[in-house]
């Protein structure tokens, strides 16, 4: 063998293994790239099942959430029937009226239970938030501007009004000369 020729071999034996570690580096990397590629579509799909789950809990949430409450409702439901198959006689009324007292306060209590409450109303302030004036009479009952009657009484859920009241607003009577 020539000279040049050794060259030329020793440069290609160090060139071959020069590109031995590019080509293995290039390796690695490609199975890195494949191992977060596959890393990215497992987190993708689980990802997709929790927005589906998710989706079906609100809906369940939404079709169901009354449910409790309903069941508790229909516990006093049972009280009012039973209430109203007693024959009413002038011997019996008074036990009546005791029991839809009594009904009436279960029914209250069940609304309680459940964060719904009355928000007292007679004799208050007049407030647009949980009052929508229905009329206005001359009174002295109340102080001007305090509600003086109710046809309705406004409820709240939790810190939220979720039935206005309807009420009369009391006004400066009429002086008479």
């Known amino acids: 063998m020539s ?18 570690p590019a080509v293995s580096s290039h390796d690695a990397a490609q199975e890195e790239a494949a191992k977060w590629k596959n890393e990215y579509l497992y ?5 997709e099942n929790y927005k589906r789950n998710n989706i079906k809990e609100r809906s369940d949430l939404l079709k169901f959430g009354a449910e409790r409450v309903a069941r508790d409702i229909l516990e006093v439901v049972d ?14 009324i008074q036990n009546f009226k005791v029991g839809i007292e009594m009904t ?3 029914l209250k209590d069940v609304l309680a239970k459940h964060g719904i409450s009355e928000v007292p109303s007679e004799g208050q302030p007049f ?7 229905i009329s206005s009479e001359p009174t002295m ?3 001007v501007g305090h509600v003086s009657r109710v046809f309705k009484k406004p409820y709240k859920l939790h810190d939220k009004i979720i039935r206005m009241g ?11 000369n």
């Open 141 to 143: 009952a109340v102080p």
């Open 3 to 20: 000279e040049t020729d050794e060259k030329k071999s020793d440069q290609n034996e160090a060139n071959g293994s020069a590109n031995e």
């Open 79 to 92: 009280n009012f029937e039973r209430a109203l198959q007693t024959k009413i006689s002038p011997e019996t």
């Open 104 to 106: 009436a306060k279960e």
């Open 127 to 133: 407030n647009p938030a949980h009052h929508e004036a």
């Open 166 to 176: 309807q009420v009369v607003v009391a006004s400066k009577p009429e002086e008479s």
């Open 43 to 47: 987190l993708k799909a689980e990802f």
